[in-house]
């Protein structure tokens, strides 16, 4: 069974960072491209980040282009987002999601909150 | 940036009607269009893929259509676990971008 598993729910002041977690589970971790999608209440979702199965090709949305780091250690299955000079709009629920051969989001996380507040 | 426009914001639908719901694409995406279903505190989860594929598991009911800039969810029959909110997302250019979302609820 696929399972993706994000950890790093925090609360943390403007201009914070923080560092969160997906670890995958049922799948071979590095045959896949992997995202990072987060939603802010009552919105839609937004992708923000995009790894390849290798971890050589990367892409991120602008809104946090310059300020968070996307990284996989395939060896322990766990995609990493470093998040820096956090703002109050970053606050959101954050979901890692697979992305399938054809690039739809087929499998996702239950989410971490991150909440940015002073 | 590809805009998605999804309509209409809110659907009241009765129980065993058909509900159908609206995607345009502010450029052609082909037929890179998925759609996603969510319930209150949950993630998303994939109902349709290239614009009218169901995902493994997704009932019949379920349909989608369209291509370039037009796609169409319909849910054939409501039941009761259909009352949720759906998203298109479209997943031909980078950023990846989702519509604004339909919440179909109960009339």
């Known amino acids: 069974e696929v399972q993706l598993v994000e950890s790093g729910e925090d609360l943390v002041q403007p201009g914070g960072s923080l560092k969160l977690s997906c670890a995958a589970s049922?799948?071979?971790?590095?045959?896949?491209?992997i995202q990072w999608v987060r939603q802010a209440p009552g919105k839609g979702p937004e992708c923000v980040s995009y790894i390849s199965g290798s971890g050589d090709y990367i892409l991120y949305a602008d809104s946090v282009n310059g300020r968070f780091t996307v990284s996989r250690d395939n060896s322990k299955n766990t995609l990493y987002l470093q998040m820096g000079s956090l703002r109050a709009e970053d606050t959101a629920v954050y979901y890692c999601?697979?992305?399938?051969?054809?690039?739809?989001?087929?499998?996702w996380g239950q989410g971490t909150q991150v909440t940015v507040s002073s | 940036e590809i805009v998605m426009t999804q309509s209409p914001a809110t659907l009241s639908v009765s129980p065993g009607e058909r509900a159908t719901l609206s995607c345009r694409a502010s450029q052609s995406v082909g037929s890179n269009l998925a759609w996603y279903q969510q319930k209150p505190g949950q993630a998303p989860r994939l109902l349709i893929y290239g614009a009218s594929s169901r995902a493994t598991g997704i009932l019949a009911r379920f349909s989608g259509s369209g291509s370039g800039t037009e796609f169409t969810l319909t849910i054939s029959s409501l039941q009761s676990e259909d009352f949720a909110v759906y998203y298109c997302q479209q997943y031909h250019n980078w950023p990846r971008t989702f519509g604004q979302g339909t919440k179909v609820e109960i009339k």
């Open positions: 049922g799948f071979t971790f590095s045959n896949y491209n």
């Open positions: 999601a697979r992305v399938s051969g054809g690039g739809y989001l087929d499998y």
